[in-house]
């Protein structure tokens, strides 16, 4: 159980497009999402929390237009980069959390992002 | 905010030796600590878990502790293989926090050789 899957794995795109990545929980039903940055050899970097049916809260730092967040269902979180730029390359992680009491947050495994 | 720091940031053990990687963290309301195994080019995976009210927790060859006065808890993994090869992740929550957002400690790279 505890399945979180994304898509894409990897998806290389021009400087100026957009490109949006889902993360889906296959078993369960996550109130709450988050969505990670993971540079090389660095820690986990929290982008945003969403809810379910509400806005997602971003991070200091972290531009909300530049990355679209919505939470749709209890199943899917989808992120757009809007007008990406070789800076927003990276490798990109949704978490899925189910509903509380439950405190663990399961990870998908994770999308390569190459802006060229 | 919470800070969690995580020691060492690499450890290279024999096959069959144990490994013992640390965690502090500096919110005493901290109450839920996860750690987490990635491997390369994959998503982290959840392997343990502990609670403020209990001091221990194992699961076969990995265990974690925790001691609340000194704010740190430590993640050991014995007998280890070459499959616990990994960068390893701690991480500090509030339960009481409604978004339940996570503080993660830098990573630990393990290389068990064999």
């Known amino acids: 159980g505890a399945v979180v899957s994304q898509h894409p794995s990897r998806v290389i795109c021009k400087s100026g497009t957009s490109v949006k990545i889902e993360c889906r929980s296959l078993?369960?039903?996550?109130?709450?999402m988050f969505w990670y940055r993971q540079f090389p050899k660095q820690s986990l970097m929290l982008m945003a929390t969403?809810?379910?049916?509400?806005?997602?809260?971003?991070e200091q730092g972290v531009e909300k237009d530049k990355f679209l967040i919505n939470h749709a269902s209890l199943t899917l979180s989808t992120l757009t980069v809007t007008s990406a730029h070789p800076e927003d390359s990276s490798f990109y992680i949704c978490?899925?959390?189910?509903?509380?009491?439950?405190?663990?947050?399961?990870f998908g495994p994770g999308t390569r992002l190459t802006v060229t | 905010g919470e800070n969690v720091e995580q020691h060492p940031s690499t450890l290279s053990v024999q096959e069959g030796d144990s490994a013992v990687i640390k965690c502090t963290y500096s919110?005493?309301?901290?109450?839920?600590f996860p750690w987490y195994k990635q491997e390369l080019g994959k998503g982290p995976q959840l392997i343990i878990d502990?609670?403020?009210?209990?001091g221990e927790k194992k699961d076969q060859r990995i265990a974690v502790t925790l001691n609340k006065t000194a704010k740190h808890f430590s993640l050991h993994i014995t007998e280890t293989q070459p499959e616990d090869s990994a960068v390893y992740f701690c991480?500090?929550?509030?339960?009481?926090?409604?978004?339940?957002?996570?503080?993660f400690g830098a990573g630990t790279q393990v290389v068990v050789t064999p």
């Open positions: 078993d369960f039903q996550a109130t709450t």
């Open positions: 978490s899925a959390r189910w509903h509380p009491p439950s405190y663990e947050q399961y």
């Open positions: 919110d005493s309301a901290s109450n839920y």
């Open positions: 502990i609670r403020s009210n209990v």
């Open positions: 969403s809810n379910e049916g509400s806005k997602a809260t971003y």
């Open positions: 991480a500090a929550s509030r339960t009481t926090d409604s978004w339940g957002k996570f503080q």
